[in-house]
């Protein structure tokens, strides 16, 4: 199964260099432009499947590029910093698996709540690839897990504004996945 992963446009907390904004941040200007720049890219695939994170710079992205979301799943959310949401001294919390700043996620957190988002898409989708248009920290996790990053890398992964990006992965991939952030150990464990 081919998946599209699309992060957001660009955001008034991404112009800043915030780590990450409140769900109803909206698109910048630019933001706007880029959502418009990446329809026609867009529009090229006959998705079987488009699930959008209910966050409003994702369901805006996704109406400025042309498309109807089928699902709006919150698995798709933005890892939440809590503590650290303003704060760049703490930024380096969200590098941790199983580490998570005061009222935060952890990477072991993020990546369990977005697969499981992700097995029921991986079930309803039709024949053609399936577009997820979501936040930089799931996209980040999704990617480095399918491509075997070791978690103690996952968040170094540079996860760019509206910009396409692709994996094939299976419906068994995935449990196999979701099963496994159940169980890892945190990196330096035994």
Request: glycine share 8%; charged share 20%; hydrophobic share 40%.
């Amino acid at each position: 199964m081919e998946w599209c992963l699309l992060r957001h446009a660009e955001s008034a907390h991404n112009r800043a260099g915030r780590p990450t904004g409140p769900p109803d941040a909206p698109l910048t200007a630019r933001g706007r432009d880029q959502a418009r720049a990446v329809a026609p890219l867009l529009a090229a695939h006959r998705f079987s499947l488009v699930a959008c994170s209910p966050w409003a710079r994702c369901r805006e992205t996704a109406h400025l590029a042309g498309l109807r979301p089928d699902r709006w799943p919150p698995g798709l959310g933005e890892r939440r910093l809590g503590a650290a949401a303003d704060r760049h001294t703490e930024v380096d919390a969200r590098l941790a698996w199983d580490r998570a700043p005061t009222g935060g996620e952890s990477n072991r957190a993020v990546a369990l709540r977005l697969l499981a988002a992700l097995e029921p898409l991986a079930a309803a989708a039709g024949p053609g690839p399936v577009l997820l248009i979501s936040h930089a920290g799931p996209l980040r996790l999704l990617q480095g897990l399918v491509d075997g990053v070791p978690t103690d890398q996952l968040g170094r992964i540079k996860i760019p504004l509206c910009t396409p990006s692709w994996r094939t992965v299976t419906a068994a991939r995935l449990r196999a996945l979701h099963a496994w952030c159940r169980s890892a150990p945190a990196p330096g464990d035994p």
